[in-house]
T-cell receptor, first 114, second 115 residues
């Protein structure tokens, strides 16, 4: 089955700096790659996703890039703010007729220092 | 407000007891999922259901059971056969717009502690 590796496991940045989280996946058939943000005591929330027919996607201060050949994708957060502090998860799934069985990475704990 | 409700937020049980975690959604989503979250291991899929009265095992189904009698409800039972039941349990749902690409919507989880 699919295996998703995520690095780093923890990331500390100064407010205003950029943060980058990288994920690799094993199944070349995977074609959907969402990123989730989880705040303390809450469930994960989708922040951005990318499909395999797209190389890059941006939404304000966050962007995701996908390299299908190398089977890796990355999350970039620019101009980080204290409220960006959270645990971030990448995930991958394969297009199927129904349902969306995601495989998640191990998570990255991001701390933005004011 | 539409969403997913998990209850209770904290649950304590003695070893050897079965316990049922509740998950209700009012998003009218067809698919529902249960994930287990342990520190440093991300989220692992326990069971999922794409339609009422049907469900499939995920990657770590042993020691768990589910039912899907209603579209809005997907309760998870942690049985005494589960060797390490203490964890944070997350319920999610999705409504495929483009099949395979639909995002998961998560509840706020139930933290189960078994002693």
């Amino acid at each position: 089955g699919e295996n998703v590796e995520q690095h780093p496991s923890t990331l500390s940045v100064q407010e205003g700096d950029s943060a980058v989280i990288k994920c690799t996946y094993s199944d070349s058939a995977s074609n959907y790659f969402p990123w989730y943000k989880q705040e303390l005591g809450k469930g994960p929330q989708l922040i951005i996703d990318i499909r395999s027919n797209v190389g890059e996607k941006k939404d304000q201060r966050i962007a995701v890039t996908l390299n299908k050949t190398a089977k890796h994708f990355s999350l970039h957060i620019t101009e980080t703010q204290p409220e960006d502090s959270a645990v971030y998860f990448c995930a991958a799934s394969i297009h199927r007729a129904a349902g969306n069985k995601l495989t998640f990475g191990g998570g990255t704990r991001v701390l933005v220092k004011p | 407000d539409g969403g997913i409700t998990q209850s209770p937020k904290y649950l304590f049980r003695k070893e050897g007891q079965n316990v049922t975690l509740s998950c209700e959604q009012n998003l009218n989503h067809d698919a529902m999922y249960w994930y287990r979250q342990d520190p440093g291991q991300g989220l692992r899929l326990i069971y999922y259901s794409q339609i009422v009265n049907d469900f499939q095992k995920g990657d770590i189904a042993e020691g768990y059971s589910v039912s899907r009698e209603k579209k809005e409800s997907f309760p998870l039972t942690v049985t005494s056969a589960q060797k390490n039941p203490t964890a944070f349990y997350l319920c999610a749902s999705s409504a495929p717009d483009t099949p395979g690409y639909s995002p998961l919507h998560f509840g706020n989880g139930t933290r189960l502690t078994v002693t």
